[in-house]
């Protein structure tokens, strides 16, 4: 990463040797005055023409939107200047990202100051993210002196997405580079020209508005459709459910009293009316805002509007079966998540792809399976080409783990958990557990119908065999996670002692080092490691695995079995190794190639393991268990209902559930309902109606929000109170376009929603030879960490709701995981569910809707140029770059796998 420092130059012109070496700077105020002068009488073009389109080119804003993989000692900045020593391959760049005018000429200046161990240095104007489309690549010597450097060239490549275009300074050849960097600048065509300003829009900008335009906020080049001031469910209400919408000013110019509203129907008739309801400012918006109340307007219909103070919304419909597609899309996503199978693209239309990760360990091939997987070799490993990683003792110390000579296991199928090719066994986890609680929750609370619970409802490969899809999808990664549990016996080294491992969980498997976009499984050419077991690991087993074992009871009583038999073995295990905790590895590994889900508190998976066993076998055991932690009585008072590290909600859910004769169940269902009466005081709180209030947005805000309301709808499920109903079923309107962006977080649901997700093989927006993210797949959201380079360069300053830009390169906003879909899937098929009309699913089927969908994302994200042959350095920036941005924030905001990569930060 690239770090930080103070002091002033020393010498002729800025010499970054003994400034990285001594690792502080003495340099004269003379010097600096010296080197500024020599910088203004050589050509400037940013002093001769117009705007910089570099964002802090400058440096007048620290390191911000640069970023740097292989800079010893991190870059020091001070005075406009960036010094800082370059190693072999090292590069240095500018990842704010800015337009390129095909067919345009561009003017690039820049002052460089250094010393250089033979070779040169490069600059390249990348496009697109992509290093098979540069504009410019030069070379230039570096000298002591301070030179000014101006080259032109022409934009030759149509740039589909401009945030993901970069400036990149590498050393070419030299064993080490140590240069200062300053006045960085870049003019398009209009700058040399006019000198007119480069108004970059940005999606999510805090309150941005758009004052000239009469009834949409700032639109940028990655949302599509522009945003209204009138903020609504873009996919609509139910007819029987709450209705209300977000009227938005700039902060103070939101009028005290109620301004006049229609609802008005697809042929533009007023069929309701009424009065907003002032709201003040929202901090968390940036906005002002009113709330518009229609529930009582007595009209259904697709194409309806509402229109208020000269602003007209986006369409959306009122209907009985609203969410009937969606929870059928939510679930199919996970088919085309498989590893170790071809997804058949009769099945998934578009997604069709070999399969992946299917060959054994080792060899020079790409697409190195997950047979016959070794544990991570304690002394380091090479990835694919050869370049040294770190190894066990670099993640788990010296004595943390030693696995036996010649152990391996075979781990393939599972889930890939998000954008990259990693599967971690607590993330699975917690998505098994929400999917198959979504088909108990139906068996036991449902209508009856079964609607989306049934076999041969989500067009997979197992449909028709008599078991429920759902079942049969969740199967595919049950079977993974098994599959990652020591076989009985195993002696190996943990924590210094030779123990008896059998029943522990291998934590996670991932390459050795991160790979790039546009990278399909099968084309992974990195090898493959386990890593160490761990308690959380082996807790997540335990409870997903009880479960899995009384609802395949009545569909294989063999697997049923063996599920339970492996629930006892790792709930034992972790009985035995209580505090083996996965470490944060991105802290340890510069370079780790998958996330750590680090956590060093297990009570709760201990609690939620607990649980399941007892409801599973009913044993005393497990009840004395769950009578002793200090979850089962605690206070309900978590802005986060649950997640993968805390889970102790997941098995409070399920005792109010199914648990009715736990001996306290009804403070068990006390609790549930106290919990959901906070998060309704909330959700009164937000004018955007959903139950998250909180100062900072975490990293996947959206499920966040699902989550909570989960909770809302479990406590209906208890009580049948309406207003537990209703507070679930409004915190869907944030989800889908009712928030501060105005944007549907659901790929393909809505007029303006995301298209552009952090993804290696949904990645169309970088290469038109992969798919978009298929349609149901919801977005991370609104993250005010911003810790991705094209996050900091858009949306610096950001209100916390307004801090998401759909964009392929924000993976700490812009990212999808299993998990996050897990959440979505459970809440569609819970209203559709309470809200639905019993009966016929709607005209489409899941397929045709489902593939509809997909072209409409596909037409909307247009076609970009396909990619070619990639270069060498640019892989290895894409390999490493992850951990260079990695940190410790970046994971616990809430997600592990927001891997910055080339063309992604």
Not at 313 to 320: A, D
Not at 324 to 343: H, K, N, P, T, V
Not at 347 to 370: E, S, V
Not at 472 to 479: A, I
Request: charged share 20%; hydrophobic share 35%.
């Amino acid at each position: 990463m690239v770090g930080h420092g103070a002091g002033g130059h020393r010498g002729r012109a800025p010499g970054p040797r003994s400034l990285l070496r001594a690792g502080e700077v003495r340099w004269s105020a003379l010097a600096v005055l010296v080197a500024l002068i020599a910088t203004w009488l050589l050509p400037s073009a940013a002093q001769a023409t117009g705007e910089n389109r570099l964002h802090n080119g400058d440096f007048q804003e620290e390191a911000a939107g640069w970023w740097g993989l292989g800079v010893s000692e991190g870059a020091v900045i001070d005075d406009g200047w960036a010094c800082l020593l370059l190693g072999s391959d090292a590069t240095f760049g500018n990842y704010s990202g800015f337009p390129i005018d095909d067919g345009e000429q561009h003017h690039l200046g820049f002052t460089v100051s250094g010393t250089s161990e033979g070779g040169q240095l490069q600059v390249i104007v990348q496009v697109d993210g992509r290093d098979d489309a540069s504009d410019l690549v030069a070379t230039f010597e570096v000298a002591e002196d301070a030179q000014r450097h101006d080259v032109t060239f022409v934009g030759e490549h149509t740039t589909g997405t401009a945030s993901n275009n970069r400036l990149v300074f590498h050393n070419d050849g030299a064993d080490q580079v140590e240069v200062c960097i300053s006045e960085v600048t870049l003019l398009g065509a209009a700058e040399q020209t006019s000198g007119d300003t480069d108004e970059r829009d940005t999606t999510g900008e805090a309150g941005s508005m758009d004052d000239e335009a009469d009834d949409t906020t700032t639109d940028d080049a990655h949302s599509g459709p522009a945003r209204p001031r009138l903020h609504v469910n873009q996919v609509g209400y139910l007819a029987d459910g709450p209705r209300f919408a977000t009227l938005v000013f700039a902060p103070g110019e939101g009028p005290d009293e109620g301004v006049p509203w229609e609802l008005r129907n697809g042929d533009g008739a007023v069929v309701a009316d009424g009065l907003t309801e002032p709201r003040g400012f929202d901090p968390s918006a940036g906005f002002d805002t009113h709330v518009l109340d229609l529930s009582d307007a007595e009209v259904a219909g697709q194409g309806l509007t509402l229109v208020a103070n000269g602003h007209t919304s986006h369409p959306f419909t009122i209907s009985g079966t609203l969410y009937r597609d969606l929870r059928r899309d939510a679930l199919r996503i996970y088919y085309s998540q498989r590893s170790g199978i071809e997804i058949d693209d009769d099945l998934k239309p578009g997604y069709g792809r070999p399969a992946g990760h299917t060959a054994a360990f080792g060899g020079d091939q790409i697409n190195q399976g997950d047979l016959e997987v070794p544990c991570l070799p304690n002394e380091g490993a090479v990835d694919h080409q050869g370049t040294s990683q770190a190894g066990g003792f670099d993640h788990y110390g010296p004595d943390g783990w030693d696995c036996p000579e010649g152990y391996t296991r075979d781990v393939a199928g599972g889930w890939y958990d998000a954008g990259d090719h990693g599967k971690y066994v607590v993330n699975s986890g917690i998505s098994v557990w929400q999917l198959l609680n979504a088909y108990e929750r139906d068996l036991h609370y449902g209508r009856g119908d079964g609607a989306g619970m049934l076999d041969d409802t989500l067009a997979i490969p197992e449909s028709g065999n008599g078991v429920p899809d759902l079942l049969d999808e969740v199967r595919w990664n049950l079977e993974w996670m098994l599959s990652m549990q020591v076989p009985d016996g195993t002696t190996m080294g943990l924590a210094g002692d030779e123990v008896d491992a059998g029943g522990l969980v291998h934590h996670k498997l991932h390459d050795v080092a991160w790979t790039g976009l546009d990278t399909f499984p099968h084309e992974d050419p990195m090898p493959r490691y386990l890593h160490r077991p761990s308690t959380a690991a082996t807790l997540n087993l335990a409870a997903v695995a009880a479960q899995g074992a009384r609802l395949y009871e009545a569909f294989d009583a063999d697997f049923a079995e063996d599920l339970r038999q492996a629930a006892v073995a790792a709930w034992d295990a972790a009985e035995a190794h209580p505090d083996l905790y996965a470490p944060d590895t991105n802290v340890l590994d510069s370079n780790p190639g998958g996330g750590p889900y680090d956590d060093d508190d297990v009570s709760d998976e201990f609690y939620w393991a607990a649980a399941q066993l007892w409801l599973t076998t009913g044993e005393d055991r497990y009840l004395d268990a769950l009578a002793a932690s200090d979850h089962h009585a605690a206070r309900w008072d978590a802005v986060v209902a649950f997640d993968w590290q805390e889970v102790a909600a997941a098995g409070r859910l399920d005792l109010a559930l199914f648990g009715q004769d736990l001996p306290d169940h009804d403070e068990v269902v006390r609790w549930v309902l106290e919990g959901a009466d906070r998060y309704l005081d909330v959700q009164a709180a937000q004018p955007f109606g959903h139950p998250y209030g909180t100062e900072h947005y975490e990293w996947g805000s959206t499920h966040h929000v699902i989550n909570n309301a989960v909770v809302l709808a479990v406590a209906h499920d208890l009580s049948g109170e309406q207003v537990y109903r209703d507070g679930a079923i409004q915190a869907m309107d944030y989800v889908l376009g009712r928030n501060a962006v105005g944007n549907s977080y659901v790929t393909g649901y809505g007029t303006r929603y995301s298209q552009h997700m952090h993804s290696r093989w949904y990645a169309h927006s970088v290469s038109d030879r992969m798919p978009p993210p298929p349609p149901g797949k919801v977005a991370g959201g609104a993250n005010s960490g911003i810790q991705d380079p094209v996050a900091q360069a858009n949306l610096q300053g950001c209100a916390p709701q307004a801090c998401y830009i759909d964009d392929i390169g924000s993976w700490s906003t812009n990212e999808t995981t299993i998990n996050w879909n897990a959440s979505l899937a459970w809440l569609a098929a819970w209203i559709d569910d309470v809200g639905g009309e019993p009966g016929e699913p709607s005209e489409a089927t899941t397929s045709e809707a489902s593939g509809d969908a997909a072209d409409a994302v596909a037409e909307d994200m247009g076609a970009s140029e396909g990619a070619g042959a990639r270069a060498a350095w640019l892989l290895a920036v894409g390999a490493v770059v992850a951990a260079v941005v990695g940190g410790l924030v970046w994971w616990r905001s809430g997600r592990k796998d927001a891997d910055p990569v080339a063309g992604e930060g």
